[in-house]
C-alpha cells in the first residue's frame, strides 16, 4: 500500500493538537482512532475507505471512535429503501473486511436515518435502525476502557442538540463517575469550536454542556466530533474540543473552486485523527490527511 501521505507536505499532516504530559515524554494509556464522516457510497468509495483503515491501524490503535455519517445519506425526501440496505451493506463489507479484530464505538450523524420509511413503525425508520446496524447499545451511551471514561451524544434532536432525557443521564453519568476520571466526550456536531463561527453546524446547547463539564472539570477533559468536515481545536475552562475533519473530504469528489486541493472541503484534506490518551488526564489529537 504506498503511504505518501504520511510524508506528504502539508500545514495540517500529522500536526499535534492538544497537550501532552510536561517534562520526560510519558506513553500513553490509550491510543484511540477517531474516523467521522465517511459517507460511503458505491463506485471507488469503499476502496478509499479501506485504503484509509489500513492506514489507520499502523498507528496500532486500542479501538476506534466513529463520528457517526457513516453511510453517504439516507435522510433525504424520497430515499427508496433499497438504496438504504444497500448502502449499509457496503458499509458492513468494509468494517468486517478491515477491522475483524477492532472494536469500533459509533455515534448516529444526521445522514445515517431513514426518515422516509412508509410509517414510524417500520423497522427501518430513523435512530433505531442505526443503532443496531452501528452495533452500538443505545442512540446515546458510556463505557469504559484505560482508566478513561468514554461518553457518546446524539445530538439529533431539534436545534441541534441533546432532548431532555438524554441531558438528565448526562448529568447522571457524569455524577456518578469517581473524582478526577478523566473522560472523552464524543458528538457527531461540535459541541464548541471555531468552524460553528464561520459554517454553523453546532450543538445549541454548548452553554448549558460547558455549563455542566465546569461543574465536572476533574473529568471531562476532551470533546471530539465531526460534520463539519473541516478541523479546528478550541481550549475552554480546561477542556479540549476537537472537530477532527471527514474520511470522505468532499464527500468523496474532486472538490470546487473553494477546495485547496483534491477531495479538500475548503482548506481541509480528507483524512482521521489520533488520540494519544495519558492517565493524567491529558491528551495529543493528531490530525493524518489522506492522499486518494
Given at each position: 500500500m504506498e503511504r505518501?501521505?504520511?510524508?506528504?507536505?502539508?500545514?495540517?499532516?500529522?500536526?499535534?493538537?492538544?497537550a501532552a504530559p510536561a517534562g520526560k515524554k510519558k506513553k500513553p494509556v490509550l491510543t484511540v482512532a477517531h474516523i467521522t464522516d465517511i459517507h460511503i457510497t458505491k463506485g471507488d468509495a469503499p476502496a478509499k475507505f479501506k485504503q484509509c483503515l489500513e492506514q489507520v491501524k499502523q498507528h496500532k490503535p486500542d479501538f476506534f471512535l466513529n463520528g457517526g455519517d457513516s453511510i453517504m445519506d439516507a435522510s433525504y425526501d424520497k430515499v427508496p429503501r433499497e438504496q438504504v440496505t444497500e448502502l449499509w451493506s457496503v458499509w458492513d463489507e468494509c468494517v468486517q473486511s478491515t477491522l475483524q479484530h477492532y472494536d469500533m464505538y459509533a455515534c448516529i450523524g444526521n445522514h445515517d436515518t431513514w426518515w422516509a420509511a412508509p410509517s414510524h413503525e417500520d423497522d427501518m425508520y430513523g435512530k433505531d435502525y442505526v443503532v443496531k446496524r452501528l452495533g452500538i447499545p443505545h442512540r446515546y451511551y458510556s463505557f469504559d476502557k484505560g482508566g478513561w471514561h468514554f461518553i457518546i451524544l446524539d445530538g439529533n434532536n431539534k436545534g441541534i442538540s441533546l432532548d431532555e432525557e438524554q441531558m438528565e443521564w448526562l448529568s447522571r453519568d457524569l455524577d456518578n463517575l469517581q473524582a478526577g476520571t478523566p473522560t472523552l466526550v464524543m458528538s457527531h456536531y461540535p459541541i464548541l469550536g471555531v468552524i460553528p463561527i464561520l459554517e454553523g453546524g453546532g450543538h445549541s446547547d454548548s452553554k448549558q454542556l460547558k455549563t455542566l463539564f465546569y461543574k465536572h472539570r476533574d473529568k471531562v477533559k476532551v470533546c471530539i466530533s465531526g460534520h463539519e468536515h473541516l478541523v479546528d481545536t478550541a481550549l475552554y475552562n480546561g477542556v479540549h474540543y476537537f472537530c477532527n475533519g471527514a474520511v470522505s473530504g468532499f464527500w468523496w469528489g474532486k472538490g470546487d473552486e473553494h477546495s485547496a486541493g483534491p477531495y479538500y472541503y475548503e482548506e481541509t484534506p480528507p483524512g482521521y485523527a489520533i488520540l494519544e490518551l495519558y492517565a493524567d488526564g491529558s491528551v495529543e489529537n493528531r490530525y493524518y490527511p489522506m492522499e486518494y
Open positions: 505518501r501521505s504520511f510524508v506528504k507536505s502539508f500545514p495540517l499532516a500529522a500536526v499535534a493538537l492538544g
